[in-house]
Every structure is written in structure tokens, then in C-alpha cells.
């Protein structure tokens, strides 16, 4: 019986080994799958971790682009000028002004003399009808400091009667001849009076190289040039004047784009 049972104990050995081997590779396999989820799940926490720590700074990038893009384009950034022609129209130097500047694609401000307008009304139609801005020089070209609100008020609305005749339009910007202003004028329309920054006194010289030097030394971003369209020094000046400061980037605007802006 002891060898029956000995026979016995000896089949039964193999299967304990069995028994045991199979629930070994069944941990293993566990600890494979447990470990293999580990490390999917830390791939997958790694991975979700660095695009939330991307995500503000491709976020802030895009602000930083969208602040930094309208600000390259910000028309404050311009630099831009206003030129502008007192005591026209004459009859040739202003037509030859009016030529130069269209070759340009050049707009500006015309302060004109009433008493110039007849016989010089096409000229005032094509300022008008090719972008330019037409303003009131007065009708005699008077200080109308030294005149009674009412003459000075005359002299305002005679020549605006005659630009609102030709264009449809009434001139309210207002530049007093010699630069003095009545601050308590009041005529039947709405005026701004329109003043300078930058006057190199052409009518004061024929020497165009003198007038270009000075307009160019003296201007600066938003300035407001006064030069005359009733000379030819003047008006041969001012084409060389646009095409120096066109070169260094200016743009050229009509005054009530600078004032009004």
C-alpha cells in the first residue's frame, strides 16, 4: 500500500507542477497587461499634460500675431502730409500743377482768391471732380482781423457763392490770408480755419532748389505744407517736393483728413 501510495503521490506531483505553472503565466500575463496599461495610460497623461501646457502658448502666440498685426497696419503708423496752395487758380501755372499732380496720383488742398475764379472756372471744376479739396482764400485776399464781422463775412461767402456755383459744394475750410483769424467770426455757413506748419516762403524767391531744401528740412509726420500755385518756381518746387518725400514714404492727404481724422 505504501508503494500504491507512493505511485500515487508521484502521478499527483505533476499535476501540483501543472497547477502551479499554469497560475504562474497567468500572473505573468497580468503583470503584462497591467504593466503595458501603465505605461499607455503615463503616455497618454505625458501626452495630454503637454498639449495643455502648449495649448496657452500656441494661444498666446496667436494673440501676440493678432495684436502685432493690426498695429503694422495702423494708418496712425503712416506717414502722411497735407500740401496745400494758397492764392489760385492762375490760369497756366495751376493747370501745370494740376498735370503733375495727377501724373502722381497726388490729392490736395486748394485755398483760392475769389476775385481769381472767373475766367478760371474749368480749372476749379477738374480740383474738384479729380479729388482735391477746395478752400476759401477770401474774395480780395484781405486780413479780415482788421475787418467788421460782417465785411470779413462777406468777403468768405462771395467766394464760397462762387465754388458752390461750379461744384455744388461750399468750402468750409478757411485759410485767413497772412494767418490771422477772427475766433469769433460767424458767417452763414460752418468754417474751419486751416493754419500751417511748414512754410518755406516761395513766394518770396524764384530759387526752386531753396524751396525744396526748406519744405524738406522742416517736415515731419502730419504737417500741413503751404506753398502757392501762382508761380512757377512755386509750382516746379512742389512736384520735386512730392517726389522726395513720396520716395522716403509719405503719403499725401487733403487737410480735412489730417484735421478730421
Avoid at 34 to 62: C, F, H, K, M, N
Wanted: with cysteine; glycine share 6%; charged share 30%.
Amino acid at each position: 500500500m505504501r508503494a500504491k501510495h507512493a505511485r500515487n503521490d508521484n502521478n499527483k506531483k505533476p499535476e501540483r507542477n501543472g497547477l502551479f505553472a499554469g497560475f504562474g503565466a497567468r500572473i505573468a500575463r497580468s503583470l503584462f497587461f497591467w504593466g503595458l496599461a501603465a505605461v499607455l495610460a503615463s503616455s497618454a497623461y505625458t501626452g495630454i499634460v503637454r498639449i495643455a501646457r502648449e495649448q496657452p502658448r500656441q494661444q498666446e502666440d496667436t494673440e501676440a500675431i493678432a495684436v502685432a498685426g493690426p498695429v503694422l497696419e495702423d494708418p496712425a503708423e503712416r506717414k502722411r502730409v497735407a500740401l496745400t496752395f494758397d492764392d489760385g487758380p492762375h490760369p497756366v501755372y495751376t493747370e501745370e500743377l494740376l498735370d503733375g499732380l495727377k501724373e502722381r496720383g497726388v490729392k490736395a488742398t486748394f485755398f483760392v482768391v475769389g476775385e481769381n475764379i472767373p475766367g478760371n472756372e474749368d480749372l476749379i471744376r477738374r480740383m474738384d471732380e479729380e479729388g482735391h479739396l477746395i478752400g476759401n482764400h477770401t474774395y480780395n485776399h484781405v486780413k479780415i482781423s482788421d475787418m467788421s464781422k460782417a465785411d470779413a463775412c462777406e468777403q468768405i461767402e462771395k467766394t464760397s457763392a462762387l465754388i458752390r456755383e461750379l461744384t455744388g459744394k461750399d468750402t468750409e475750410f478757411v485759410r485767413p490770408p497772412f494767418g490771422e483769424w477772427n475766433k469769433e467770426l460767424e458767417c452763414s455757413f460752418v468754417m474751419i480755419p486751416v493754419l500751417w506748419d511748414v512754410d518755406p516762403k516761395d513766394w518770396t524767391t524764384n530759387n526752386v532748389s531753396d524751396v525744396v531744401r526748406r519744405v524738406l528740412e522742416d517736415t515731419k509726420n502730419g504737417d500741413i505744407i503751404l506753398l502757392h500755385d501762382y508761380y512757377r518756381s512755386s509750382v516746379q518746387a512742389a512736384l520735386q517736393i512730392v517726389d522726395s518725400l513720396q520716395g522716403q514714404g509719405y503719403e499725401f492727404v487733403t487737410v480735412d483728413e489730417l484735421i478730421l481724422e
